[in-house]
């Protein structure tokens, strides 16, 4: 079945498509005619057909090999329901008993299996290759082919052997599929698999539907999320985190935000995976939060949009999960929290590995960090990465392109950087470079006598920030190029060259520059809100008169620090209230706290202040287990430093957790312990000093009472009057 036509009758009947995407039809040819195909198609491609239609059409079993062991089932219904046959399709992994291995080999031999998925790991296993030397292989299709190298973002070290097992196997054409490869990634893959004269098909990187930002991430970062995703209600949505701790904890914080929102890792049970697979699919959830193990593979059209709580380790891996919005060719919002800090945490990370492991990872995060920090167009940047060339200026769909930062003309500077780069004999990286240019003698520097070129320090009067943009922008302009063999060196192209020699006006866009604190170092929309100085000065009034009321110190009713944030987030409920730092539940329970409710909700009221109230987050406590352990612990009259010791903590830790529970309105008796510590005359002493005393501080406290008593036991009989006093 070769020509046009009956290849198009075939995709009807089996897929029920009228025509093609792309190149799928080109491919599937290549792979019938049993050439050896190399794919490069961009999520949402359609790339499981370029194998799927072949197998089912040529003679024998067509081998996919596969990591994602949780989807090849949902791939193997899929066939399946395209098929009135039984046994069309199967898979072979170590979730399977030996039954239904019995049952795939019987299917296998019989010739009604044309599709089998095998992840790599059980490939490899002798039985299997034994028994696969018996079946007639058609062709062996690679998928997620960019785990072989180790420039992909997914690198998997036993994609190394494929090769060596096809060989035992039995030889048959290759396919070999990917969303993602780099020029490096492609040559590696190709290498590695043997089929180095493949035919090459690659799609377009361009997402036009796709928007692309980077948000500086914050202390508020949940809150950002939280609003981001109530203004996007009811839309389906991912949201990637780089461990396992930060995807539970941020689901449960959505979820308690009223979203429909559930975590997955790969620690999950595999059942559990499957079925909040399956809810995001029907819709009974929004919001997946996730590691990358989720979403290769995942059919679901409309998924508006894919936030990066952390930046990717790589372009690589931050294109394929961005990749999953809007695959309908509909809105797709990508939106990225960066921070340096997380990159500095990615980069300690790397510690301990192999040198050349190092040395790749660090240089596939600076092409991270030089995406999230450029000031010029994402898109082009993203495209450029993969070797695409994007003509257009303006993208306007992405941060970049609807904000542009003003131009700087810099051709004065490009010379210097292209003579620079031809006289370290274009055998360096950028950071290298830019040390050279602007004159800091490095070690590196000194040991290679570089310091001793007329060309050093030539740009050493300029603005130090113009290198690194400038650099990044020359090889988008095609100036410079990054060596594919030596990844990261950078080479002066012919255009570079003649453009030494006749130089043509040249601007660039500085980068963004981050704060230690993840925020923009310009100003940013997002600022955290403002504490209102007249709410505040009328909850203080009112605190005081609670406290003379009540005869307790004005701290024992609210802290400070409590006042302030209601006048900054305006609870006008007691629900919302409970959101207030230091306020629990015993708090909210005490008669007073609905006259603070009631005088927040009349100011609001009469001064027509407009609450943004998707930005008024509820928090899961953390540690929140191990403060009920701690209250467990006093009920049962347990010693508090053997507390301390059986939970792990030091002594003074302790201390703080037990004082947070307090402050926050619970009730604690430590009287047991207090009774064997310190003395009666001693403990009144100090209980007497904080019912006297205006503050709670713990140095004005300490200079009061003088050197009699340690910190600890001062500490110890603020706790017991905070407890007896406030709550």
Known sequence: MTDKTNLTKALKKYFGFDKFKGDQEAIIRNVLAGNDT????????????????????????????????????????????????????????????????????????????????????????????DFLRTVKISFYAIDEAHCISEWGHDFRPEYRRIRPIITEIGTAPVIALTATATDKVRTDIKKSLGITEAKEFKSSFNRPNLYYEVRPKTKEVDKDIIKFIKQHHGKSGIIYCLSRKKVEELAAIL????????????????????????????????????????GMGIDKPDVRFVLHYDIPKSLEGYYQETGRAGRDGGEGLCIAFYSNKDLQKLDKFMEGKPVAEQDIGRQLLQETAGYAETSVCRRKMLLHYFGEVYDKDNCDNCDNCLHPKKKIQVEDQ???????????????????????????????????????????????????????????????????????????????????????????????VKDTEFNDEGDFASDHDGGTSALDPTLDAMLRDLRKKVSKKMKRPPYVIFQDVSIEQMATDYPVTLEELRNIQGVGEGKVKQPYAADFVKLIKRYCKENDIVRQADLRVRTVPKKSMLKVNIIQSIDRQIALDDIAAAKGIEFEDLLTEVEAIVYSGTKLDIDYFLEEVIDDDNIDEIYEYFRESETDDLETAMKELGSDYSEDEVRLVRIKFISEMAN
């Open 38 to 129: 190399f794919v490069l198609m961009p999520t949402g491609g359609g790339k499981s057909l370029c194998y799927q239609l072949p197998s089912l059409l040529m003679e024998g079993t067509a081998i996919v090999i596969s990591p994602l062991i949780a989807l090849m089932k949902n791939q193997v219904d899929v066939i399946s329901n395209i098929s009135a046959s039984n046994g069309i399709a199967h898979y072979l992994n170590s979730s399977l008993n030996k039954a239904a291995i019995d049952k795939v080999k019987e299917d296998l031999k019989s010739g009604r299996t044309k599709l089998l998925y095998v992840a790599p790991e059980s490939l490899t296993k002798e039985e299997y290759v």
């Open 255 to 294: 979820c308690t935000n009223d979203i429909k929102a559930a975590p997955y890792h790969a620690g999950l049970d595999s059942s559990k995976r499957s079925q909040t697979q399956d809810d995001f699919l029907m819709e009974k959830i929004d919001v997946i939060v996730a590691t990358i193990a989720f």
């Open 414 to 508: 490009l010379v210097m950087a292209l003579k620079a780069i031809l006289a370290i004999k274009e055998n360096f990286r950028p950071d290298y470079i830019i040390d050279f240019i602007t004159g800091r003698e490095t070690d590196e520097i000194t040991a290679h006598k570089h310091h001793e070129l007329e060309e050093f320090g030539s740009g050493e009067d300029d603005d130090p920030k113009i290198w690194a943009p400038l650099l990044s922008q020359a090889q988008i302009a095609g100036y410079l190029k990054k060596d594919v063999e030596n990844y990261g060196l950078l080479k002066v192209t012919a255009a570079g060259k003649k453009f030494i020699k006749s130089p043509v006006p040249f601007t660039i």
